[in-house]
């Protein structure tokens, strides 16, 4: 029976950390710690029957933690994006600019007349006038290997919806100055 536990527990650990590592969103980090909540419950079923009283309060330590992650990633940030995604909708139908999550940035996908380009990274703004500068795109690699960084000046782009549509074409975006992970320009 404590096999059964332990190898339970073992796959659900490494279901629970791809979701989470794998950074695709709130929900997903929300539900990754469901899931490593369950497998702590089973690491410590597991403890208490192989009689390992280190492995027993080391889960239940970490079933505290995880359950801090269900409701930091599945309550408060899941209704703070919710707030974010409301007012950009609101803004659509009101006169003036509409609005976007400046926190869209760190994940939107770039794509230019329906074709993927790459991804957004981050972006930086002025300290005083709040104006973007530039948005840096990540293109090609997997999981952030192999990727190619460049700086995406902000009047090449505007987000629509969860997208950041460039009017930059494939060549045009490889000529964009390539960016080091460690390094970038100040302005």
Known sequence: MADIFSWVATALTIVAACMTAANLGTRVTGYGFAVFTVGALCWIVSGVLNHQPALVWTNIVLTGLDLFGVWRWLGRQARVEEGAQSASEASEHTPGEALFPVSMLARAAVERGGEAIGSCVDAMAGCES????????????????????RRLPWSAARMEGDRLRVTLGRREIAKLEELQKDDWPGR
């Open 130 to 149: 709040g104006r973007l500068s530039y948005v840096v795109i990540s293109e090609g690699g997997v999981a952030g290997v192999g990727e190619t960084l």
